[in-house]
């Protein structure tokens, strides 16, 4: 079974991720999928540096991740010609490891973990969906403590997001980790339960 796994940015995503993978959950991550192929030397690097510029590159040749993610929060345009550049390969790579851990394992659950997958338009490609949520106010506040972000900063990180309600509530299962981690943890292993009894 192939499941969507999402959320918004610091709704603990990571955490659940982790949850499921003790449980036997096999993990396809878009984020570091997303970190290799901008590695030094990859082709999707250098079509990156040719459209914005050397100045988004390190001295050691991979991507300013945080310069980069200043320049496009508030740009739409340029999100979208970043995005037009490493999609396709992130979404082909997505879609390997998935088929890959599937034919080892017929049986098995997988999770690709994606944190734009309503944003991407990918949520068909998946059985089921899972959102990690949080209340806004509570996504907002960790987000400012974890990335020492202004309340504007962490507002413009929020906003170019879909919104965590309306994920929420075009999610199949949702799991609210606004909670203790002893209650995350019983969420997932009862999500798991229903999946594996279908």
Same mark, same amino acid.
């Given at each position: 079974?192939?499941?969507?796994?999402?959320?918004?940015? *610091?709704?603990?995503?990571?955490? +659940?991720?982790?949850?499921?993978? #003790?449980?036997?959950?096999? @993990? =396809?991550? &878009? %984020?570091?999928?997303?970190?290799?192929?901008?590695?030094?030397?990859?082709?999707?690097?250098?079509?990156?540096?040719?459209?914005?510029?050397?100045?988004?590159?390190?001295?050691?040749?991979?991507?300013?991740?945080?310069?980069?993610?200043?320049?496009?929060?508030?740009?739409?345009?340029?999100?979208?010609?970043?995005?037009?550049?490493?999609?396709?390969?992130?979404? *082909?790579?997505?879609?390997?490891? +998935?088929?890959?851990?599937?034919? #080892?394992?017929?049986?098995? @659950? =997988?999770? &690709? %973990?994606?944190?734009?997958?309503?944003?991407?338009?990918?949520?068909?490609?998946?059985?089921?969906?899972?959102?990690?949520?949080?209340?806004?106010?509570?996504?907002?506040?960790?987000?400012?403590?974890?990335?020492?972000?202004?309340?504007?900063?962490?507002?413009?990180?929020?906003?170019?997001?879909?919104?965590?309600?309306?994920?929420?509530?075009?999610?199949?299962?949702?799991?609210?980790?606004?909670?203790?981690?002893?209650?995350?943890?019983?969420?997932?292993?009862?999500?798991?339960?229903?999946?594996?009894?279908?």
């Amino acid at each position: 079974m192939r499941i969507g796994l999402t959320g918004g940015i *610091a709704t603990g995503k990571s955490t +659940v991720s982790r949850l499921l993978e #003790a449980e036997g959950v096999r @993990i =396809v991550d &878009a %984020d570091v999928i997303a970190r290799n192929v901008m590695n030094p030397g990859q082709p999707l690097l250098e079509a990156v540096a040719k459209r914005f510029g050397p100045e988004f590159l390190l001295p050691e040749g991979g991507l300013d991740r945080r310069r980069m993610a200043e320049h496009i929060f508030n740009r739409p345009e340029e999100r979208e010609a970043l995005n037009a550049i490493v999609h396709p390969a992130i979404r *082909a790579e997505i879609r390997r490891q +998935v088929e890959a851990w599937e034919a #080892a394992s017929p049986n098995v @659950i =997988v999770a &690709a %973990d994606i944190p734009l997958l309503y944003e991407s338009g990918l949520e068909e490609l998946y059985e089921k969906i899972v959102v990690v949520y949080v209340p806004q106010e509570v996504q907002r506040s960790r987000l400012m403590l974890r990335d020492k972000l202004s309340p504007e900063q962490a507002d413009s990180r929020l906003n170019s997001q879909l919104d965590i309600e309306e994920k929420k509530h075009r999610a199949d299962y949702v799991i609210d980790n606004s909670g203790s981690m002893e209650d995350t943890k019983r969420q997932v292993e009862e999500l798991l339960e229903k999946l594996r009894s279908r």
